[in-house]
């Protein structure tokens, strides 16, 4: 039975790099495993099981206040308060700075192609009147989705952590925000070389159209309004560390909330929009983002059934480097072939984060390399959604020069955050 399992996931891994639809690829194999040895009601309950708790909560919570942060412009704000520091400084930090600002609004941002979206129109206007390469302004906005999301504690990611170690997501981010912020640096450092390299940081003379530049010197930035989609962020530090005892009591989805009623407050916006942006988001965050976890369940209720993940462990548990190589190169491979960070890094951590402490591990670092590493694959990844976004709005052609762009410095994370997470 447990052959016919690998089969039936090998199968499902041959689809996902044919880019078939991952949530019918895991579900169906889920099922069919389930079906395969006579037990389709394993399938039926871990269905049911998974669409419960709090995870939907953070999940849900976290996009709608995007959507309501998106439809309010503050976004915007926050990106042209960025853009203005990036302007006065020397044209050598042009580079760096530019995958530092979109990094820092992807922390609230969680979706990548949704932060590119909110950034690139500013920014990448900004790269390219100073003289960038086309081509590596759609690198350095890719290069900024590489997973600084990863402090976030309400990214869905870290839901999914939380949920297979009972960890709260503020002490799964407070043991590894060290990781990301090497990583980070890391990453930025190698894409700079890339571009000096390459010597497209400048000379290109592509200058701001008189529309562009008119728009970006009119731009009026309102800084509380450009401040305010940070709040949620520090109302969930401040009561998750205790450092504001009333806050304690308060989840990731209070502080989105509150977050999304402050922005609607300070920007003046009718209430009824907000309330429709809200739910629109909310109903995103189940559409685009839990229902992959709800399917990664099923599959993973197949693998269990079929005797196979039992054989895994047992791998695992006499070779323990294997499970550190499995959950960094398994979930970046497949976030590379196939477009998406999501499938292999939430079906990685439901299957063997929860028995990391079988095989000498703890389950919390564990989790977060699964997860950290499909995020800086999927940022070399030329299927994935915001290659395409960036495409556009650099007027970049190929995917694959982009990635090329891009490659190094995710490979360079990968190598640094599997080494880092190997002597934790």
Not at 309 to 333: E, H, T, V, W, Y
Request: net charge positive.
């Amino acid at each position: 039975m447990y052959i016919i399992g690998a089969l039936i996931v090998l199968a499902a891994i041959i689809g996902m790099v044919k880019r078939l639809e991952p949530r019918m690829l895991l579900l169906v194999a889920g099922i069919l495993m389930c079906v395969v040895v006579l037990n389709p009601m394993a399938a039926f309950n871990a269905f049911r099981k998974s669409i419960a708790g709090p995870v939907i909560q953070t999940i849900a919570g976290a996009m709608a206040f995007a959507y309501v942060m998106t439809y309010t412009k503050a976004d915007q704000h926050l990106v042209h308060m960025l853009s203005n520091v990036l302007t006065k400084l020397s044209p050598v930090v042009l580079v760096p700075g530019g995958i530092l600002i979109t990094a820092f609004v992807h922390i609230s941002v969680p979706s990548a192609a949704g932060c590119v979206a909110s950034v690139g129109p500013v920014l990448a206007p900004i790269l390219l009147g100073a003289g960038v390469a086309p081509v590596m302004v759609a690198s350095i906005l890719f290069c900024g989705t590489f997973g600084m999301t990863m402090l976030n504690p309400g990214f869905h990611q870290i839901a999914v952590v939380s949920q297979a170690t009972g960890d709260a997501p503020a002490d799964i981010v407070a043991n590894h925000y060290v990781v990301v912020l090497i990583v980070s640096a890391v990453v930025i450092a190698v894409e700079t070389f890339v571009a000096f390299y390459l010597k497209e940081q400048k000379g290109y003379g592509k200058q701001l159209t008189a529309e562009e530049e008119a728009a970006y010197k009119n731009f009026k930035v309102n800084y509380l309004w450009a401040l305010t989609p940070l709040l949620p962020l520090v109302l969930i530090m401040l009561g998750s560390t205790g450092t504001v005892a009333f806050l304690k009591p308060l989840k990731i989805l209070d502080c989105m909330l509150i977050g999304a009623i402050a922005l609607c407050v300070v920007t003046k916006t009718n209430p009824a929009k907000i309330s429709i942006a809200y739910w629109e988001g909310f109903g995103k965050g189940i559409t685009n983002i839990y229902s992959i976890i709800i399917c990664s369940a099923v599959f993973v209720a197949g693998i269990q059934v079929t005797g196979l993940l039992q054989k895994m462990l047992d791998l695992m548990a006499s070779n323990p480097a294997l499970a550190k190589l499995s959950g960094s190169l398994g979930p970046f491979i497949l976030a590379v072939v196939c477009g998406s960070g999501d499938a292999a890094s939430v079906a990685f951590n439901q299957l063997v984060t929860p028995h990391a402490a079988e095989f000498g591990m703890i389950p919390m670092n564990l989790g977060a390399l699964a997860a950290f590493t499909g995020c800086l694959g999927r940022t070399m990844s030329p299927f994935a959604g915001v290659t395409f976004v960036c495409m556009g709005l650099t007027g970049t052609t190929s995917p694959i020069e982009m990635v090329k762009r891009t490659a190094p410095a995710m490979i360079a994370g990968l190598i640094v955050t599997t080494v880092l997470f190997a002597f934790r």
